[in-house]
């Protein structure tokens, strides 16, 4: 779901985007899944997240060997990082807040950094509503990635956040993910 605040002034508009997802476990599973890089490189398009989880530490995603293959084959390059950030605020397993920009696509790359928010929250014993909001104000090449703009093109488009986060989704609850 994207929603966008609109203020007084059209300089003030921001654009959110925001997914919710349920899982069938407790929120320490959802912090690991997506902080680890032993588990946040299982899913989604398999890039590994590395984390200095404390205000003002880096963030960074590094490309897959999938990713890699897929680029060889498309004819273009892709970066050892593809995306990175810093971190701004980790509350485990509750709340985590960082910079983001895709480095991966020049396009949105130039778009600079945007703020990323995963909220964790137990809704019933070992049960987790995961909540990423992704401010994605001024950045409208990201936003298009990041919905999912390009899931139909194949050659690892993909689905953006809505696939990420169903991927991760699957793994938690059955130790699979969705394709591969």
Do not use: C
């Amino acid at each position: 779901m994207t929603t966008t605040e609109t203020t007084d002034t059209a300089q003030d508009e921001r654009t959110l985007q925001v997914y919710r997802v349920y899982i069938k476990v407790a929120p320490e599973k959802v912090w690991q899944a997506i902080t680890d890089p032993e588990w946040n490189g299982r899913y989604g398009y398999g890039a590994p997240q590395f984390f200095e989880l404390r205000p003002g530490g880096s963030y960074r995603s590094t490309a897959s060997e999938e990713m890699r293959k897929v680029s060889d084959e498309m004819g273009y390059g892709i970066p050892d990082v593809v995306v990175d950030g810093e971190v701004l605020e980790a509350d485990p397993p509750r709340r985590l807040v960082q910079t983001f920009r895709m480095l991966m696509s020049p396009d949105a790359a130039a778009d600079g950094f945007t703020r990323l928010t995963y909220e964790i929250a137990e809704v019933a014993p070992g049960v987790s509503r995961l909540t990423v909001t992704h401010d994605v104000t001024g950045a409208p090449n990201l936003a298009a990635v990041v919905a999912g703009a390009y899931e139909d093109q194949g050659g690892g488009g993909g689905g953006g956040w809505a696939w990420i986060l169903s991927d991760l989704k699957s793994l938690l609850e059955t130790g699979s993910v969705l394709a591969g």
